[in-house]
């Protein structure tokens, strides 16, 4: 019977596009199962979907317009596209949304209610009184109480990494309306981890020696502190219902249904499901995640299929990694800082490069950084230079020396202790140290090409030469089937350049290519020039989108602010201040206000009166040396000179514009929000960033001054 090993990555959250940070603990999975699939001994099924429900879905569908069905959708599509573009190939691929899933998670929780370990408490929890909502766990922010993190969700501290329960949080406050929630009571469903605590811990001590050294030190830190009772449920609509009578109107919490959805995304999938996941005699499962994600899958996953006494398959082996970050700083595709998925895609650069680098540089016990300068060098010395200098100068040669043909074997290079470190680093799912391992053995290769100079053998011990080739030739072989894991494309144009017929398996290590003619040799990567890792860098920098964005905040500010003009009808100096004007204004209408401008020196009373000005109508009024202040006008400054900005043939109430962006709010705004912009006077026209000051009349600047408006 062939051992069965069950892999799964964990699910990503559809509610943007995955990036590489994210691609980590998905490639890891993939590897590991194509290594699997190297094995003839081995049956594997690797599992992949989509994490779709809780509280991150109804957050982003509302940004989108969308309903949480639609916004799912819409990220689904795009998640399963990205994948797909990096070649992951898992057996079984769903979404937590899916029937199967709901019929299990209920199954499951009815499992552990009749087994005794399902309580409802009455708890205290936050309410928003604007939004007149209880409020989830990720809609609530607040200081962790354990490392002080300012930005702690209500279920989970990033910072720490501690999983919290809101009413924890110091200075909470609902993301809903962003005022401070008050606490009223609601009744919810808890999963009791105390009395499965001691099933737990015999769980963890027999399966130590498999768990990643981060994913064991989580685990036993939440042991050692002792386990308590956990709400499942969530005042949520979009989720999986719970099936008992009084929570109509709330779900399952979502790390409550996502890992289930494993199992359902299997069911989804195969008819022999139950093969794979309620038999933990036959079947070992290997679970791939980031370290945010360890205590669901080493205590509230395991505790849930314990709890149920169904007899399911429980996790045998963790491999958690940490975190890749991008250059300086963190993936933000809002910010647009990073590569994501379908960044990767638009940049040229082949899937295989991208799968190398993250395999290559996977956090397997530290943070790790991708860096455009490396990932060049990672392309251009190690992909280029040495596996695809060997590849192609080999077969080069022989096409253009030996007419493509190559002879037996009579003197081989030993390299059996590389191949088996290989392999035993993929078992022990050391994927970093086995691609290392696979590139000296290529440089390895590359030696003993240079070192036998078969550009001299040719002609002066031709039989010397063939061996050499040939031997070169059954390495190259040997490294597609053990590159096949990591970059399965790259293995495929190899064996096609070879224009043989071996299988990617061990097997085939054993077997020998002898006799042959080779196919046509190609390049299998193109350098990554420096001019291109120029524009990568700056185009992912979030430069880009810092521009767009701050077009998009002045807009937004521009319509925030009401400009009229305004007529002056009387001015006066200001008792207790040498270089203000106190101006009685025609504002239209019949309406008139008093303004303080710092106008003494640039113009005398006389000249004021009768001036056709712009006035920031909605500004909130405020006392300058005592006189209440209803509004501001502009003027143009340059260097010491000050000049107002008049409409001489306008007439009072007359609305001013930028580029005819409308008005959206009557509200009054603060100075600071005024000069959040920067408004200019040019040659041109006026103009505030690239929007430029428009009316029904001609706007004149008075003395014809350049520079800042104030």
């Not at 959708?73 to 949304?97: L, Q, S």
């Not at 100068?393 to 074997?409: A, M, N, Q, S, V």
């Not at 390895?444 to 550009?455: A, D, I, S």
């Not at 031709?462 to 096949?484: E, M, Y």
């Amino acid at each position: 019977m062939k051992k069965k090993i069950l892999v799964t990555s964990a699910l990503p959250y559809v509610n943007n596009v995955p990036h590489l940070g994210t691609m980590v603990c998905i490639l890891s999975a993939d590897v590991y199962t194509r290594f699997l699939r190297l094995n003839p001994e081995i049956e594997s099924c690797s599992v992949l979907g989509t994490d779709e429900h809780g509280t991150t879905t109804e957050t982003i569908a509302k940004e989108l317009g969308m309903t949480p069905q639609e916004a799912v959708d819409h990220f689904f599509k795009i998640h399963k596209e990205v994948y797909e573009w990096f070649n992951c190939d898992f057996d079984c691929f769903g979404r937590t949304t899916s029937p199967e899933n709901i019929e299990i998670t209920q199954n499951i929780f009815t499992r552990l209610k009749e087994n005794g370990f399902i309580k409802e408490n009455e708890i205290e929890q936050f309410y928003d009184q604007e939004a007149k909502k209880f409020l989830s766990d990720r809609f609530i922010e607040g200081t962790c109480p354990h490392c002080k993190y300012e930005e702690a969700r209500g279920d989970q501290c990033e910072s720490c990494g501690k999983l919290l329960n809101p009413t924890e949080l110091t200075n909470p406050k609902s993301k809903l309306s962003g005022s401070k929630p008050i606490i009223k009571k609601t009744k919810h469903l808890f999963i009791q981890l105390d009395k499965l605590q001691p099933k737990l811990e015999q769980f963890v001590e027999k399966r130590a020696n498999y768990w990643s050294d981060n994913a064991l030190t989580t685990t036993n830190a939440w042991l050692k502190e002792g386990l308590r009772e956990r709400a499942i449920t969530r005042d949520l609509k979009w989720g999986i219902p719970v099936p008992e009578k009084g929570y109509e109107d709330k779900v399952f919490y979502v790390w409550f249904d996502a890992p289930i959805g494993y199992i359902a995304i299997t069911k989804a999938n195969r008819k022999d499901w139950k093969e794979w996941w309620h038999n933990p005699e036959n079947v070992k499962l290997v679970q791939f995640m980031g370290k945010d994600n360890t205590p669901f899958h080493t205590i509230l996953f395991p505790a849930s299929l314990i709890g149920s006494k169904d007899n399911y398959t429980l996790l045998d082996t963790i491999s958690v990694n940490e975190y890749m970050n991008y250059e300086n700083l963190k993936f933000s595709k809002s910010r647009g800082i990073g590569v994501f998925g379908d960044n990767a895609k638009e940049t040229g650069i082949p899937a295989d490069a991208w799968r190398y680098y993250i395999i290559m540089n996977r956090p397997e016990t530290a943070d790790t950084r991708f860096m455009w300068k490396d990932f060049q060098e990672k392309i251009n010395h190690e992909l280029v230079g040495n596996i695809g200098n060997l590849v192609n100068r080999t077969l080069t040669f022989i096409k253009k020396f030996c007419d493509g043909k190559i002879k037996e074997i009579k003197k081989p290079l030993i390299y059996e202790e590389e191949i088996k470190e290989i392999i035993n680093s993929y078992e022990q799912i050391e994927l970093k140290k086995a691609i290392k391992t696979i590139m000296n053995l290529s440089k390895k290769g590359n030696q003993y090409f240079q070192e036998n100079e078969p550009w001299k053998l040719i002609k002066e011990n031709p039989q010397r030469a063939h061996n050499t080739l040939a031997v070169l030739i059954n390495l190259i072989k040997d490294l597609s089937i053990l590159l096949q894991p990591i970059m399965p494309l790259t293995s495929e144009a190899i064996k096609k350049q070879l224009n043989a017929t071996y299988e990617f398996n061990l097997e085939s290590l054993n077997t020998k290519i002898e006799n042959h003619k080779i196919g046509e040799p190609d390049v299998l990567f193109k350098k990554l020039e420096e001019k291109q890792v120029t524009e990568f860098q700056e185009k992912y920098s979030g430069k880009q989108q810092k521009t767009e964005e701050k077009n998009k905040i002045s807009e937004k500010t521009l319509s925030s602010i009401d400009l009229r003009l305004a007529k002056i009808i009387a001015v006066e100096k200001h008792p207790e201040a040498d270089k203000l004007y106190i101006e009685k204004l025609d504002c239209g209408n019949g309406e008139e206000r008093t303004i303080v401008s710092g106008l003494v020196g640039h113009y005398t009373e006389e000249e004021l009166i009768g001036k056709n000005i712009i006035l920031v109508y909605n500004l909130k009024p405020a006392k300058l040396r005592g006189i209440l202040s209803q509004g501001m006008l502009l003027a143009s400054s340059q260097g010491k000179k000050v000049g107002l900005l008049e409409i001489p043939d306008g007439k009072p109430g007359d609305k001013i514009t930028f580029n005819g962006i409308e008005m959206k709010t009557a509200k009054e705004i603060s100075i600071e929000e005024f000069f959040s912009i920067t408004i200019q006077s040019k040659e041109n026209g006026i103009f505030a960033e690239d929007k430029e000051l428009q009316t029904n009349k001609k706007i004149k600047v008075d003395k014809n001054l350049i520079g800042k408006i104030k």
